[in-house]
């Protein structure tokens, strides 16, 4: 066919929203950039409006790629939530305050900045990871996708095409309501460096088409995915009869607590969430359809929405001046989770695209981003011959139950915020305020994204019949482990019976943080931002004191298996000893009474690095001296009780293998050091299965 561009990628991305763009700066930080394709229909990203809720751990994530201080700076914190609700004489009265993020159960707390400034975050990493190699093609539609299945099994096979078409400006522009949204219009809230830009295609005729083979696709397309439908993906669940109304404006209110996030319920009028925002914006979300039974959504009109807010808020007043409307929509939500998450594991969905909720507990950006955070290691390590194919099928196991937590709960949810309030106890068919109240609370843990926990497979080794997550009641419960750990591993329980915190390390959960000190430098640091997301699997070795005889010989035998035997199965010669496990290791002997050379040479920088040639011919020295920490007093960071904190034994040696998306996959005790070879066996390859060698170069050039 001469009139179609035939061309090969790794990886290519369908969608540039929030879970398309996560997943292309995982490429690109794992230097896949210029192997990898992402397109979008759209002819930009959007400019406000959509989700805008950051909960704990996706900004965990964000600083793992050292993009979350940038946004926690620009972004609103959600401090308290207020519940307002009728009082016994029907008048709306404040009923009860709780933080708004569980205190301490991260380092972040839940805030809020719209949707474009976070895609504009990651357009930038994506770009500097890349060397601008990877952006996303504007005005692209996907038109046919096919799989050679004959070749799915085959590593250098490009198994998948995919037909696209550059699509005219007219057709590209999105719609907001049904209608074109004429360009310029619903760019308001734009950020002095925030302008819209020419995608790296636009010289590209509308019209042209290209036929792309990929070995994998990861389709990030919204709602109405396109790729899920070309893999025979059906949505289940049901789709609701509540239309939600949006408006982001700077209203003018005598409401006392406007600058708080509050549910409302009213007696009468239905019920409100009010979501205060960076520069002076507030969000409300307003259920309309109580209210308008049978209306259009397309003939909804922000005029509509306010008077129904209006109604909820009286008697206090609400206003919004003329310009002062920054955004608004109306939309109906389905609850509803897509039946396969893949096809032959070579093409993925991912984000809204596997499943779809209400907006209330900020969830769809946070949930989508964390899909492609699960998902493009995996991808990125299998292309390159790292890991085996074997390792994809956790996706959707890992996924989809969360997907269906996700939707249990916000069933659950919905019922509770949309229902009219009990007028008193014994009110059955009213929705208790104090019951409302409480599934809110219990609703913030897993809102906040620290309750995944991740199924026992080759990823996660857990005893068999352990924790899945599930919801109970708007409750999301861990089942935690009952049976007898095998052999060495060491149980939940097992670890520290008084610290039942969420800082204990529990396997399938996401490894919390603790302030240590390096054994180099002094310096204080948070042991999260020495586990960085660059798709290295990572050992966390609490060695305990090596001044105790014990500790000191456990630590002499696993360093001897690590140089020995661990490392050069799975790392290929010329590559730096760390480049595919690295090692840290936390010590409870005190800083000043030993040296860095009282430990292990496998656990020391530099020394047991190679000096090796780069590609231009330099040499590169770069000994990372960040790799033994002690958990110790600092001169003007206090003391980070890392071993409390963890509950972790300071007489004995425990190891942590953690995942590159930060997840407990093994926790073992130091003696049992073997354990980590049978470990890394099934989900690493050996180096002569590699495919290319060139991302660690990358990395290295991204780290300068
Ligand atoms: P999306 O952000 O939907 O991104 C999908 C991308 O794929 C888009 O860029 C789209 O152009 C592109 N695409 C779609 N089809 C194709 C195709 N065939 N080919 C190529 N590209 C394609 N969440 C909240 O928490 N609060 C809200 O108030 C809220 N309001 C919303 C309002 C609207 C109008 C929408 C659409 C969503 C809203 N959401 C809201 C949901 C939130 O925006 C999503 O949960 C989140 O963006 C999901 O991210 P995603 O990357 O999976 O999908």
Redesign the pocket.
């Known amino acids: 066919d001469g009139n179609i561009k035939e061309s090969y990628c790794d990886v290519l991305v ?7 763009l996560m997943a292309a700066n995982w490429l690109a930080v794992q230097g896949l950039g210029a192997s990898v394709r992402i ?4 002819n930009d990203k959007i400019f406000n ?5 950051l909960q704990c751990r996706t900004l965990e994530i964000l600083q793992s790629f050292g993009l979350a201080e940038d946004i926690w700076r620009q972004s609103n914190r959600m401090i308290e939530i207020r519940f307002w609700n009728p009082g016994p004489d029907g008048q709306l009265q404040r009923t009860g305050r709780i933080p708004d993020t569980i205190p301490g159960i991260s380092r972040w707390q839940q805030c809020v900045l719209h ?1 474009g400034r976070i895609e504009k975050a990651f357009l930038d990493s994506i770009a500097k990871h890349s060397n601008n190699k990877l952006s996303v093609e504007r005005a ?3 038109e046919t996708l096919t799989v050679d299945e004959s070749a799915i099994d085959d590593a250098k096979a490009y198994p998948i095409q995919v037909e696209v078409r550059k699509l005219s400006e007219e057709e590209a522009t ?1 719609t ?1 309501m049904g209608k074109s949204i004429p360009n310029g219009l619903f760019r308001s809230s734009l950020a002095p460096d925030d302008s819209p830009t020419a995608a790296s295609n636009a010289h590209v005729e509308p019209g042209s088409r290209e036929r792309i083979h990929a070995k994998y696709v990861i389709g ?7 790729t899920r439908r070309q893999m025979g993906s059906k949505m289940e669940g049901d789709q609701t009869s509540f239309i ?1 109304g ?1 408006l982001d404006a700077v209203p003018i209110t005598d409401f006392p607590d406007v600058r708080n996030r509050c549910a409302i319920h009213s007696a009468e009028s239905g019920s409100m969430m009010i979501i205060p925002r960076e520069d002076g914006l507030v ?1 409300f ?1 307003i259920q309309v359809s109580e209210l308008n039974k049978g209306v259009d959504r397309y003939n909804i009109t922000p005029e509509m929405i306010l008077k129904t807010a209006k109604a909820i808020i009286a008697p206090y007043k609400l206003d919004i001046g003329e310009g002062d409307l920054d955004w608004w ?1 109306a ?1 109906v939500i389905g609850q509803r989770t897509a039946e396969k998450f893949s096809l032959h594991d070579r093409v993925f969905i ?4 596997c499943h779809t909720h209400s ?1 209330k507990a ?4 946070n949930t ?1 981003m964390q899909d492609t955070y699960n998902l493009t290691w995996k991808i990125a390590s299998v292309v390159k011959g790292v890991s085996p194919r074997s390792i994809l099928p956790t996706y959707e196991m890992e996924r989809k139950q969360i997907a269906q937590d996700l939707i249990t709960f916000d069933h659950k949810f919905s019922r509770l915020f949309s229902g009219k309030p009990a007028k008193d106890e014994a009110d059955a068919a009213g929705i208790s305020m104090s019951e409302f109240q409480r599934a809110f609370e219990a609703g913030n843990r897993f809102a906040s994204g620290l309750s995944v926990n991740y199924q026992r497979s080759l990823l996660t080794v857990k005893p068999e019949g352990s924790s899945q997550t599930a919801v109970e009641g708007g409750t999301v419960v861990s089942h935690s482990e009952v049976e007898a750990p095998a052999d060495g591993v060491i149980s939940d329980a097992g670890l520290s019976a008084e610290s039942a915190g969420e800082t204990r390390i529990e396997l399938g959960k996401r490894f919390n943080t603790a302030q240590v000190v390096c054994h180099a430098t002094a310096l204080p640091y948070e042991l999260a931002d020495r586990i960085v997301s660059d798709g290295r699997w990572r050992v966390v070795y609490f060695c305990g004191d090596i001044r105790n005889a014990e500790c000191k010989n456990e630590m002499q035998c696993l360093g001897d298996y690590l140089v020995g035997q661990l490392l050069p199965m799975f790392t290929p010669k010329d590559q730096d000893p760390d480049s595919v496990v690295e090692v840290l290791t936390v010590s409870a002997t005190p800083r000043a009474e030993n040296e860095m050379q009282d430990y292990h040479e496998a656990l020391r920088p530099s020394t047991t690095r190679h000096h090796r040639a780069t590609d231009d011919g330099t040499y590169n020295f770069s000994p990372d001296y960040h790799k033994i920490f002690v958990d110790d007093d600092t001169y003007h960071e206090g003391h980070g009780q890392a071993y409390e904190k963890y509950g972790v034994a300071k007489d004995r040696g425990t190891l942590v293998v953690i995942r590159p998306d930060g997840y407990v996959s093994l926790l073992i005790e130091a003696r049992q050091y073997e354990q980590l070879g049978e470990f890394f066996k099934k989900v690493l390859q050996p180096p002569s299965e590699h495919l290319t060698h060139q991302h660690t170069r990358l990395r290295r050039e991204q780290a300068k």
């Open positions: 369908i969608g540039a929203g929030p879970a398309g397109i979008d229909k759209r409006g959509q989700a805008d809720g949707q692209v539609l996907p999105p907001q990030c397309d919204g709602a109405h995915s396109w939600w949006v969000r979300y929509t939309y991912a984000g809204d695209a907006p900020g969830q769809g950006m989508s």
